[in-house]
């Protein structure tokens, strides 16, 4: 079966690789099978979440036909406060003149 593993080492970065992998492959084989994590040693396997298509899954988990796979990098900054320092950065709301 064809898979594809996408991972985002950094901003605006993709990596993507596709795989033929024998049924019943897990996400975690897929992982290992991509190179990924032997590109990118500073990142750990416990370090990224794992998903399928934007759902969080378990290393177990069994792939289908077509799946894409992605390691998933914490949060740098929490969207609410970079969205507030974007705001700031603004100068604030500006005021019509009249």
Known sequence: MQVE????????????????????????????????????PQFSAQSLALSVWGRLQPPEHPLREGDRVELCRGLQVDPKEARRLRYKGQGGRKKKPG
């Open 5 to 40: 593993v996408v991972f985002s080492p950094a901003p605006r970065q993709v990596e993507r690789v596709t795989l033929e992998l024998p049924a019943g492959a897990t996400l975690q084989q897929a992982v290992q099978a991509s190179g990924l994590m032997a590109r990118h």
